[in-house]
């Protein structure tokens, strides 16, 4: 099969359209035809040498997939060639890709692949960290940075949806705006005011009861200074770095909760059930119209190299895809 290989680690130039073996399904998973994948911040983190996938899982880039099956492990059930579906994967960069049948979602059928490709990492994301482990509530606030991520049109989007009021940070006034499209109040933009500051105006000084950010070390103080007594940090991205100081006294005093979370390693029974709690939560949702996959840009699959490249300048509002098929 085709698929996109790295020469090496670094940058999107080692990306490269070559051939790589099909991967064989075990007897609980599907062998799936890719017809369209998406870009991930985890994906440039894996090209450059870190983030390395589960013992057994493919090397090659790519968190999520759409398509159709092509061959069934010998215990799987409620399938057949040629249904439609989409999920969360490794080695999505790729004309075929394995998947366990139990988190092999049906793809609607007024969805294309692209939309379909677009939901699950960041969907899944925003979910598991804004709900339940951020325990988001209506009524409560958010900020959440990066709001023109992937996961941050779907975090502003489903914090809406339940009831929060929604502050985001961006890097341009057009994805702000985009942003307050999706259901955030307020957007702030971090390269021309303080976002401290800005959360403490916009809230008469009283901050936020959950923050979800992807920045890391240089935010984590700032951050924790703007949540509310029994606030909650979430920690779900280190674009910024990993180490940094924090002042305890302030995590005791205020009885904050940092929570940290990574997908990737989780072990499969754990993401069959964070299937599941998407799937009765916001796919009814998605499927009606109330929440939408937001797509940037679709590329072709032999310009993964021009995709990453479109990442990392941040220029994305929402996902990048690639199709396969």
């Known amino acids: 099969m ?12 080692v990306l490269q359209l070559g051939d790589a073996p099909s991967p064989e399904p075990t007897e609980t998973q599907v ?8 870009l991930n911040r985890a994906d440039m983190i894996q090209r450059r040498g870190g983030y390395p996938p589960p013992p057994g899982e493919s090397e090659i880039l790519g968190l999520e997939i759409a398509g159709t099956v092509a061959r069934m492990g010998s215990t799987v059930e409620g399938m057949a060639e040629g249904d439609r579906v989409f999920g969360l994967v490794g080695g ?3 004309e075929q890709a394995v998947i366990d049948y139990r988190m092999a979602m049906p793809i609607p059928d007024e969805w294309t692949f692209e939309q379909a490709a677009a939901v699950p990492e960041v969907f899944f994301t925003a979910n598991e960290n804004i709900f339940t482990l951020g325990k988001l509530s209506a009524g ?5 940075h990066a709001g023109g991520s992937g996961v941050g049109s779907a975090g502003v989007q489903i914090s809406h949806h339940a009831g929060a009021t929604v502050f985001v940070t961006a890097g341009t006034s057009e994805k702000i705006d985009n942003c307050k499209s999706l259901g955030a109040v307020e957007g702030i933009n971090y390269k021309e005011k303080d976002f401290v500051a800005e959360i403490g105006r916009l809230t008469d000084e009283r901050g936020v009861d959950v923050v979800l950010d992807f920045i890391g070390a240089p935010y984590f103080e700032r951050n924790l200074s703007i949540l509310k007594t029994k606030g909650r940090l979430l920690q779900v991205g280190l674009i910024g770095g990993a180490t940094t100081e924090i002042n ?3 995590v005791m005093r205020n009885r904050l909760q940092i929570i940290g979370s990574v997908m990737r390693p989780q072990s499969i029974d754990e993401k069959i059930a964070i299937t599941q709690r998407f799937m009765e939560r916001w796919l009814p949702e998605l499927k ?3 929440l939408q996959p937001v797509i940037d840009t679709v590329f072709p699959l032999a310009q993964a190299q021009q ?3 479109y990442m990392e300048a941040n ?10 098929r």
């Open 2 to 13: 085709k698929a996109i290989v790295r020469t090496g680690d670094g940058g999107p130039e």
């Open 31 to 38: 062998l799936v035809d890719v017809h369209a994948t998406a």
């Open 92 to 94: 999505g960069y790729a």
């Open 140 to 144: 409560e606030t958010i900020l959440i």
């Open 248 to 250: 305890l006294g302030t």
């Open 288 to 290: 009606r119209g109330t």
């Open 307 to 309: 995709a990453h490249e």
């Open 315 to 324: 220029r994305n509002f929402g996902k990048i895809l690639l199709k396969v």
